[in-house]
């Protein structure tokens, strides 16, 4: 069972590209949500989806786009990468828009020049 | 405004070298309360949800608890294997959903043989 699967683990941009981050479950949760880690503060929410179709923003949104085609993507576009996007983004989904249990994928380096 | 904040910031024990994780939270009320454990390049992993003052529950050497200002994680006899980074998150009261869940900068575990 591969869970949550983030791809690529490592990515290196210059300012002004852009890129998508993929992120794909097979558990069939329907929600999911996009996570930034920064060094010394807690992981901060970007964007979430309740189901196929329905997106909405989170705490840290701007910069960043997102589309819930499938129950099992949610990719995350960067749309003009800043070196402030510089993160570990991690991808995470739930069986329940209520539960706090969340499954998290491996995570996506990104490194903005 | 929610507020999440995690003592200490590293920790470091030698093995059998018993201790606790502090996490103090300032919300308009508590929904929940959830730790999560995350080792290096990975990402975060559940392991407790509290839901009221004097809630306790136990996954081999850990034991989570909770007051109406902070919840704590004992670690009992820890081995090297426990060394990791371990996550607090609130869920306030007043929100529905675990897109509104506030995440601590967490605690780097360090166990030494």
């Known amino acids: 069972n591969a869970g949550v699967t983030q791809t690529p683990k490592f990515q290196v941009l210059k300012t002004g590209q852009s890129m998508t981050l993929q992120c794909a479950q097979d558990?069939?949760?329907?929600?999911m949500s996009w996570y930034r880690q920064d060094p010394g503060m807690g992981l901060r929410l970007i964007h979430y989806s309740v189901g196929a179709g329905i997106t909405d923003q989170g705490e840290v949104p701007n910069g960043y786009n997102v589309s819930r085609s499938t129950t099992e993507d949610f990719p995350l576009r960067l749309l003009s990468a800043a070196p402030s996007q510089t993160s570990v983004y991690f991808c995470a989904s739930s069986f329940d828009r209520n539960t706090g249990e969340l499954f998290f994928g491996e995570g996506s380096r990104l490194t903005v020049l | 405004e929610d507020q999440v904040t995690q003592s200490p910031e590293a920790l470091r024990l030698q093995e059998g070298e018993s201790s606790s994780l502090n996490c103090s939270y300032t919300v308009s009320g508590l929904r929940g309360l959830f730790w999560y454990r995350q080792d290096p390049g990975k990402g975060p992993e559940f392991l407790f949800t509290?839901?009221?003052a004097g809630e306790e529950k136990e996954k081999e050497r850990l034991k989570a608890t909770l007051t109406k200002k902070e919840s704590f994680l004992h670690i009992t006899a820890p081995k090297p294997e426990d060394s990791a980074t371990y996550l607090c998150?609130?869920?306030?009261?007043?929100?529905?959903?675990?897109?509104?869940?506030?995440f601590g900068a967490g605690t780097r575990l360090t166990v030494k043989p």
């Open positions: 998150a609130v869920q306030p009261r007043a929100y529905l959903m675990i897109s509104d869940m506030r």
């Open positions: 509290l839901y009221s």
């Open positions: 558990m069939n949760h329907e929600y």
